[in-house]
Structures are given as structure tokens and as C-alpha cells.
């Protein structure tokens, strides 16, 4: 006879009547979780006096530890036990006010019955507003039901009634009215932009863009890492690639290389914030270790036949060696330091790879296809990804802050190479430092999209934009309000209001590619006929409806 003997269940934690369990998640990195926990105390305090004012009392489902000095979820493990004990019924508020690891409780929400309310503060300060959409992509690529709430001060009319209806009906629905379906038959398939479109996607299916990427599942995103059989679909397979054999690349670049990588952008104007303390400050052997990457990624490039290249850098690179960035925001820009192969030839001369930062399978899908689309029509084909980081009105507009974790490429910055300043990563993400690329995202309008999988189905939105550069002292306000380390692209998104794309994006992060306005029209129409040729669910959004539609 088998006997069974499995470890014993925790004592359930339940809700009384009108009564919410209010749990938080956040970072794997304690000193991150650290940094961040008074902005979550305050809000935590604004959540509760909210929920009286309405008729009910908050429960925090898991205690503050005095131990670790926080009181956020730091780990999956972490997560599950604290679920395991949750009643399955009961209404849970996911309060967010940092960067958050989605895998902690994402696993365990997608069992959890009762209703969901993911709730995040809308600030630069920490970007609780970046890992609600990212746990909010999550849950919708696992097929759970959930909510989303968003607010600057937790006592406005916008969020006072979405509290107040998500507490009556356990569901809080936003009009997604912005996203807007394009069959496949969409008439936009008969002009000549849809024919050159689909020319470019039927290339796809029949040569492949084969992404590389180094490790995946950068911080618990969930969203950004696409079932096998989705890729091959749209003609995208993945090259899986270990940091480790990068690590070991790296180690036989030789320091003259090195050396002569690093006096090539200096020479160009860009300006690195050296120092001589390499626990907190930039040091020349960092940025160094930085273009030994750089050479060694491209290197792989050659040898595999990428198209497209990326670097984990969570959680072990990390703790190996200086921060991707640098080299992911040099490799993917069109002026470049010529790598060379080991025979001595250049690889890809002239020509921007496709960088994934955070090896983002969502963000890789669209960066890709709008490199191969522009490149092949003689456009400048360089592509990044932004955080949607944060925004605020000037002068009566909302501007957007998309700000990505440390580079982009120098195309995309105001005065290229030369407008680009290297600064240190913080110490408290990156030990071992590392330079960004930091500055002012250039004026321009820009196509911008992002891919999210439903099944096996790859779904993607795709919209229009336009970049400002703001007056000097605003976008010094701005970047104060973020990371000032990071560059920033301050933007409006055509026809997309804050609070719309804050209701239904399905991530939190966004591609750009720029486009001259007297060809933009034409390569919007293209990259829909090319993702629909793929095989892609395609949603434009905001006013890019108006483009697809035949001229007057």
C-alpha cells in the first residue's frame, strides 16, 4: 500500500466581508527592493484610507519583514507559498510602485479564482506603472482574467471610480477603442505598399530571421518569452545562445581591439563620465569589457547567420562582467566601430543589427521585421526598444518618457554619437558597472509596435509617432523624475491617449523605428501587409487606422 506523506499546507489566509488582501511584488535584486520600499509604504497608506473611504478595510496578505527591510514578494518561491495559503476566492489588489519580477506571483495568479485587481502608482520615480504592464502582459499571455488600475495620487476621480467598480463587480473593464482589427483580407493587401509588404514577409517564411539570443527570461517576463511554435510560425525561430559561450568570446578579444573600439567613439565626440573608484564610478576597463562584448556578439552573428541578437544580462551576466548596454546600443546603430571577424574581415558593415535588449521575444519580432522592411528600402533600419517609463503634460500636451534601461542606438539620439554621454549603470542593478548611452531622443516621427502572444498566436499592435525635443529645462525635469543615467525619448503617440495605452498595451516595453514623414504612410501600410503576410494578428491603434484607408 502507498503511503503518502507530503509536507503540510499553511494556515489559509482569507477575507472577511468587504474586506481586500492587498499583496506587492517587486525585484529579485534586494537592494533594489530596498531603495524602493518607502515610495511602496506611501502608497500602501493611500491604498488603505481609499478603500475606507469607500466601506472597506485592506488585509495585507504577507508581512513586512524587518529582517530584509521591506515588505515587497522577492522571489517565486516566495510567491507560491504566500498563494498557497490565500483563499482561493478571496479579491486581491497587486499593489506595484516598482519594477517587479513577473514570475513571482504570475504563475499563482493564473490559479487564483477570486478577482484580480493589478494596481499601479503612476511616477518616474520607480516605475510601478512599468511592472503593471508587464505583469499585466503576463496574465494576459496565461489566459487569466484580471483587472488594471493606474494613478499619479490614489485620491482622484479616475481612480476612486475604477476602485469603486472593480470592488462592486469584481471586474474593472476600460474602451480599448484605440485598437483597431485589420483582417487579413483588409484592403490595404491590393495597394502597391501591401505588395511590397507582403513581398518582405513571404522573404521571411522562406529564408527565416533567426534571432539570437543569449540565455532568456530576463527578469521574470513572462510575456517575453514566446512559445517555440509562435516564432516558427511567422517565420522567426529562435538561436538559443549561453552567456557563458559570450563570456569565453569575450575572453580572447584582445585588449588593443578593445582599446581601439573605445578611442573610435571618443574620437567621434562621445562622452564618457570616467572615474577612478569602479565600485560607483565609470572606469575606462568597463567600457572596455563593454566593446569586447560588442565584438564578440557580432562574431556570433556571422557564425550562426543572425539577424537579430540579444543579451539576457540578468540575473548572472550581471555579476560577470560590465553591463550589456553599451554594446547593445553600438551594435544595433548603422555608424559603428568596424568589428572584425576573426580573419580580420568586417562584419556587417555599414549596417545597424537589430539589438533585443532584455532579450525580449515581443520587442524582437517587430524590431526585426521593420529592419529587414527598411533596410531593404534604403531607410535608415535602426530599432530600439523603450520602456513606457512614465509622462506628464507641458503646456497643455502629455508627453510621453520612454526610457530605455541604459542605450539606444546613436541614430536615435539628438546629435548621434556626439550628443551621446556615458554614465556609470547604478550600482545597485549593475556591480560591475558598465557605461550607457545616454541622451536626448532626436525630433522625428517614428512607427512604433509590439508583439504579445495569445496561445501559440502572435498578436501585434502597431501605431504611429512623433519625438519632441522639449525645451532644456523640462527635459531636465524629466530625466530627474527617471533614471538620469538612461537616454529619453519624450513623444506622442498619434490618436493614443495616456490613459489608453495604459488600459490595453501588453507590455511594458515598445519598439521604435523612425521614419521621415513623406514615407511614412506608405511603410505603415507595408509593415501591416508584412505582418499579416506572416501570419500575424495585427491591431493598429489610434490614427494609424486613417493611414491604411484609401486616399481622397
Not at 238 to 248: C, R, W
Not at 485 to 507: A, F, I, K, T, Y
Request: glycine residues 8%; hydrophobic residues 40%; aromatic residues 8%.
Amino acid at each position: 500500500m502507498l503511503k503518502l506523506n507530503l509536507p503540510p499546507s499553511p494556515a489559509k489566509i482569507g477575507a472577511k466581508s468587504k474586506q481586500i488582501l492587498m499583496v506587492t511584488n517587486a525585484d529579485l535584486r534586494e537592494p533594489a527592493n530596498i531603495t524602493c520600499w518607502p515610495v511602496q509604504k506611501k502608497f500602501e497608506d493611500k491604498l488603505e484610507q481609499a478603500l475606507e473611504q469607500l466601506g472597506y478595510s485592506m488585509k495585507r496578505a504577507h508581512p513586512v519583514s524587518q529582517n530584509r527591510g521591506h515588505g515587497f514578494i522577492s522571489s517565486q518561491r516566495e510567491g507560491s507559498d504566500l498563494f498557497a495559503a490565500i483563499e482561493p476566492d478571496a479579491p486581491v489588489i497587486v499593489l506595484l510602485t516598482a519594477w517587479q519580477y513577473s514570475h513571482h506571483i504570475a504563475p499563482s495568479l493564473a490559479h487564483h479564482r477570486g478577482p484580480v485587481l493589478l494596481l499601479a502608482n503612476f511616477d518616474g520615480t520607480w516605475p510601478g506603472l512599468v511592472g503593471m504592464l508587464c505583469l499585466a502582459g503576463t496574465l494576459t499571455s496565461l489566459d487569466k482574467s484580471y483587472s488594471r488600475l493606474w494613478s499619479e495620487s490614489f485620491d482622484d476621480e479616475f481612480f476612486m471610480q475604477g476602485l469603486q467598480t472593480w470592488l462592486r463587480y469584481g471586474s474593472l473593464q476600460h474602451k480599448n477603442n484605440y485598437l483597431h482589427d485589420v483582417a487579413p483580407t483588409h484592403p490595404v493587401m491590393a495597394t502597391p505598399e501591401g505588395a511590397t509588404g507582403r513581398k518582405v514577409g513571404e522573404y521571411i517564411l522562406q529564408h527565416k530571421e533567426i534571432l539570437g539570443l543569449f540565455d532568456t527570461f530576463c527578469m521574470g517576463m513572462i510575456n517575453g518569452v514566446f512559445p517555440q511554435q509562435a516564432l516558427v510560425n511567422i517565420g522567426m525561430p529562435l538561436e538559443s545562445l549561453s552567456q557563458s559561450a559570450l563570456l569565453v568570446e569575450m575572453a580572447k578579444v584582445p585588449d588593443e581591439l578593445r582599446e581601439a573600439c573605445l578611442s573610435w567613439y571618443e574620437e567621434r565626440g562621445m562622452k564618457f563620465q570616467f572615474g577612478q573608484d569602479s565600485a560607483i564610478e565609470l572606469t575606462r576597463e568597463q567600457v572596455k569589457e563593454q566593446c569586447a562584448m560588442m565584438i564578440a556578439m557580432a562574431r556570433f552573428v556571422k557564425r550562426f547567420g543572425l539577424s537579430a541578437v540579444g543579451v539576457q544580462y540578468q540575473q548572472g551576466l550581471k555579476d560577470s562582467c560590465a553591463a550589456s548596454d553599451f554594446a547593445e546600443g553600438a551594435i544595433g546603430s548603422t555608424e559603428r566601430f568596424p568589428i572584425p571577424d576573426e580573419q580580420g574581415d568586417i562584419i556587417c558593415p555599414n549596417q545597424a543589427i537589430p539589438c533585443i535588449n532584455e532579450v525580449d521575444m515581443g520587442t524582437a519580432i517587430p524590431q526585426t521585421m521593420l529592419w529587414r522592411l527598411l533596410s531593404s528600402l534604403g531607410l535608415p533600419a535602426e530599432t530600439t526598444l523603450h520602456d513606457i517609463r512614465w509622462g506628464s503634460e507641458y503646456r497643455g500636451t502629455f508627453y510621453w518618457d520612454m526610457e530605455i534601461s541604459g542605450a539606444v542606438p546613436f541614430e536615435h539620439l539628438k546629435g548621434g554619437i556626439a550628443g551621446a554621454t556615458g554614465y556609470r549603470q547604478p550600482p545597485m542593478f549593475f556591480p560591475y558597472g558598465g557605461s550607457t548611452i545616454c541622451g536626448q531622443g532626436k525630433a522625428g516621427r517614428f512607427i512604433w509596435a509590439r508583439a504579445h502572444y495569445e496561445g501559440t498566436n502572435v498578436v501585434m499592435h502597431i501605431g504611429t509617432g512623433h519625438a519632441v525635443e522639449l525645451p532644456d529645462d523640462e527635459f531636465e525635469r524629466r530625466r530627474r523624475a527617471t533614471n538620469y543615467e538612461w537616454p529619453l525619448l519624450n513623444c506622442v503617440l498619434d490618436g493614443v491617449q495616456r490613459d489608453d495605452l495604459m488600459s490595453g498595451h501588453q507590455s511594458n516595453h515598445i519598439t521604435i523605428a523612425y521614419v521621415e514623414q513623406a514615407k511614412l504612410r506608405s511603410v505603415l501600410r507595408a509593415f501591416v501587409a508584412q505582418s499579416l503576410t506572416q501570419g500575424i494578428q495585427v491591431k493598429v491603434a489610434g490614427d494609424a487606422l486613417h493611414a491604411l484607408q484609401k486616399e481622397a
